[in-house]
């Protein structure tokens, strides 16, 4: 067990480090400077300290180890986003955390486009590429206080706490550019690199202003997703407004809830746009 050359004004310094790890990962320091009233440190003190620098080293590893199995059960190996079990409990934090404060959470329901075709084209470690690296341009389109997930295949979920309809329509067409803009690199079957085209289709539901609840904004995100998957691919849709329901437990301020249109913005009422209708399928 390596430790820290001694203190050059007569302490000791013991690094705490876990024995039988390959090169004696360290984990922390302990060091005494002083001891009041008593003689200076001596082997015997060194001893114990020793002794005490193990114990706690293996119980630092131990939380380690625990917090790194934990966060193992809640990501998706592949993207490095949160998965589906993370997912419900997150969508239940925010929903409440919304409702308790009188604040808005969107939910984005995500879907590649005719996936399938990547898979069957290029084989399944060319479609791992693809899902990759679109988990890495959503990891980069959104804030840090968003959570992104793996729902499972090519379907994912991003929350958006504090958005309302028009923020989220904003971060659906950064997502949409990001895919779209740029292929995608994969190696195809023959072992030769090519470039393959990505779209994404998106559906939005807010809390409260689509459903009281999480499973209930998360499906209606989902219809929207259908609907923007039977208008043309690679756009987005938003959930139709409905009136709150009347047997909701904790009501929601009427300040946190967007207009009629869906839509929140400065100035005058514009025209409402669902995504674009140019995109192709």
Do not use: C
Request: hydrophobic fraction near 40%; glycine fraction near 8%.
């Amino acid at each position: 067990m390596p430790f820290a050359a001694p203190d050059p004004t007569g302490g000791d310094a013991s690094a705490a480090a876990v024995p039988g790890r390959p090169a004696e990962v360290v984990l922390g320091v302990l060091a005494l400077y002083d001891r009041l009233g008593g003689d200076e440190f001596d082997d015997d003190d060194l001893a114990t300290l020793r002794t005490f620098a193990r114990h706690a080293a293996v119980a630092v590893d131990n939380v380690r180890v625990h917090e790194e199995a934990q966060r193992l059960s809640l990501t998706d190996p592949l993207t490095g986003l949160w998965n589906y079990r993370y997912l419900r409990e997150s969508l239940r934090r925010e929903v409440e955390r919304a409702s308790r404060f009188g604040r808005m959470v969107s939910v984005l329901a995500l879907d590649l486009d005719r996936f399938k075709r990547v898979n069957d084209t290029y084989g399944h470690a060319a479609g791992d590429t693809v899902l990759a690296e679109f988990a890495r341009r959503v990891r980069g389109e959104i804030r840090e206080v968003d959570l992104a997930f793996r729902r499972g295949g090519e379907e994912f979920v991003v929350l958006l706490p504090e958005t309302d309809a028009r923020g989220a329509t904003i971060v659906a067409e950064r997502l949409g550019a990001a895919v779209r803009d740029a292929p995608v690199t994969v190696v195809g079957h023959a072992g030769v690199r090519e470039l393959i085209p990505v779209t994404v289709s998106v559906g939005i539901a807010v809390f409260p202003d689509h459903a009281d609840t999480g499973p209930q904004v998360l499906a209606a995100a989902d219809e929207a997703l259908y609907a923007a998957k039977t208008a043309s691919r690679d756009t987005w849709r938003l959930a139709p407004a409905r009136e709150p329901s009347p047997t909701r437990e904790v009501p929601v301020p009427p300040v946190a809830r967007s207009p009629a249109d869906g839509l929140p913005r400065a100035g005058p009422d514009a025209p409402i746009t669902t995504g674009d209708p140019s995109a192709g399928p």
